[in-house]
C-alpha cells in the first residue's frame, strides 16, 4: 500500500467469482473518505481522499471486454450509458470489468438476471481457472510421470532432480486445489441459479496478499533447503532453483508493470496481448533455458567421479606393454538418497600410443596417466557404482537388475545367466551373453556387491579373482 494525505494505492486481487467481496470492500473504503478514482493493471486500486459517504458499488463484467482492454471501447460506451440511466454512475473500466457507484439506496441492480451473470463469470473465467489449471496439471504429471517411471533413480541420486520434482508437485498441487474449488463453486452457483437465488461468493479464493505470500514461503524454503543440501553433496546444479524463482519474480513484476504501461499509452488490444502472451514469455524463456543450461553446463564441467584406483591398484589391469591410464569421460551424478558414479579404465598398446605421439596426434602424461586421444585401446573397464543411502532403495536396485527393469542409471546385468567368478565368493557374479546376442561381441557383464554397494562392471576381458578383489578395495571397503 502507498499513502499520502490525499491519495492512496492499494494492490489487490480482483476474482471474476468474487465480485461482491470487491463491492463490499470498494463501500467500506468510501465510509472511511477514500473514493476510487481508477483501477490500473487490474490489481492496482487508486483512490483519493473525500469526504466520508456511504455509497453502493457494483462491478460489472462485460461480456465483450477484454483483460487486454486498456481504455473504455466503443461497444461498452453503450453499455455504460444504459447503467447511467439506470442510477449508477461510472468510475472507470479495467479489462472485463467496469465500476460503478451510486448514492441512491433505490437504484436497481444492474444484473438483474442471475443466470445471465454466472454465464459472464464462467466465461470470464474459463482461461484462469480451467484452462490454465489444465496445462499446469497436466505438465506437472508429464515431468513427475518421466521421473517416476525412468528417473527415480536420477530423482534418489540428484538434489537437483528431486528439487525440481519438488517444484512441479507444488505447482501442480496448487492448480489442482484450484480447479476442485473453482468446479465446487460452479456446482453451487449453478444450483443457487436454478432455484432463484443470488450467485454465492467464492471464498475459496486466494487474496492477493495470500497468494504472494504462499508464492514466497515455498519459493524461500525450498530454495534455502536445495542450496544447503546441494551444496552439501556439491550439486552447483542447484544454482538453477533460485535462478528459476528469480525468473517467476521479475516476470510477475513485468506483467503488472506491462499492464499499466499499456494502460497509460492506450495500447490497441492486439498490441497489448502480443506483448503480453507471445513477446516477453518466448523471449523471457529462451534466456532463462540459456542461463540454465550455462550454469548446468559450468556446474557439471569439473564434477568426475569420486570412486577412483590409485596407480598402484591399476597396475593389475595391465601388462608391462600396455599404459592404462583414467578416462576422461569420468561422470560423478550426484550422491544425495543414491550415490551414483561412473567410473572408466582404458588401457593402450603402448608402442600404438608412442607412434600416435611422435606424430603429435596423441599427448602422454605417464604421470597423470592421461591421454588426449582414444586411440590404440587394447582394453577398457568402465564401472557403474552405486551406493544407496537407503536399504529399501538398494533392494529396489536389485529387484530391478533382476526382473530387467528400465530405469535411468539402471543396473544392466542378468542374473538368470550369470555365474560366479572363479575364486571370488564375495558377491561377485559374471554374466557372458555373447551367445544370445544381448551384448556386444566381447563385452561381458560383472557384478560386484556387498550389503551397501553395487558394482556394475562392463569390459571386454575375463577378470581374475586378484583384479575383482582390487575393485572391491577401491570402491567398497
Known sequence: MNKDNDHM??????????????????????????????????????????????LRFAVEIFSEGSIYDTYTIESNQEYIEYCQKAGWNFICSSGK???????????????????????????????????????????????????????????????????????WVFVGGLYVVMLITYLLWRAKARAAVAKGDRIPPNKANL????????????????????LVVGFKYDE??????????????????????????????????????????????????????????????????????????????????????????REGSDTHWGHFLLSYDRYSLTAYDEEAAEGLEENGIMTIDEENGIITLDAGITQSWEFDIYKPKIRTIYERLMDEARKGTYRMLSISFDFDNAVHVPEYENGGLLTVLNDKGNYEDGLQKYLIYDESTIICLSCNEDLSAEQMKVIEKSFIQ
Not at 26 to 37: D, H
Request: hydrophobic share 50%.
Open 207 to 226: 487474496s492477493f496478499k495470500g497468494g504472494y505470500t504462499l508464492l514466497a514461503v515455498f519459493g524461500i524454503t525450498q530454495t534455502v533447503i536445495m
Open 236 to 325: 552447483k546444479e542447484v544454482l538453477t532453483i533460485p535462478i528459476i524463482w528469480v525468473f517467476i519474480i521479475l516476470m510477475i513484476i513485468a506483467g503488472n508493470a506491462l499492464a499499466r504501461f499499456a494502460e497509460r499509452e492506450k495500447f490497441s488490444r492486439g498490441a497489448y496481448k502480443l506483448i503480453s502472451i507471445i513477446m516477453i514469455p518466448v523471449i523471457s524463456s529462451i534466456v532463462l533455458i540459456g542461463v540454465i543450461f550455462t550454469v548446468v553446463m559450468i556446474a557439471g564441467s569439473n564434477t568426475g567421479s569420486e570412486q577412483r584406483m590409485d596407480a598402484k591398484d591399476m597396475e593389475v589391469f595391465g601388462d608391462s606393454d600396455v599404459f592404462v591410464r
Open 9 to 54: 494505492k492499494v494492490s489487490r486481487a480482483v476474482a471474476y467469482d468474487n465480485l461482491e467481496t470487491v463491492e463490499k470492500y470498494l463501500e467500506e473504503m468510501a465510509g472511511k473518505g477514500w473514493m476510487l478514482k481508477n483501477v490500473a493493471g487490474a490489481t492496482q486500486f487508486n483512490f483519493e481522499k473525500c469526504e466520508p459517504k456511504k
Open 97 to 167: 470489468l467496469d465500476y460503478f457507484y451510486t448514492e441512491d439506496d433505490n437504484a436497481p441492480e444492474i444484473e438483474t438476471d442471475p443466470a445471465m451473470k454466472l454465464k459472464a463469470i464462467e466465461k470470464a473465467q474459463f482461461t484462469l481457472k480451467i484452462l490454465f489449471p489444465l496445462i499446469f496439471i497436466g505438465m506437472g504429471a508429464f515431468n513427475l510421470g518421466i521421473q517416476l517411471t525412468n528417473g527415480l533413480n536420477a530423482l534418489e541420486a540428484s538434489v537437483f532432480h528431486f528439487s525440481a520434482a519438488m517444484l
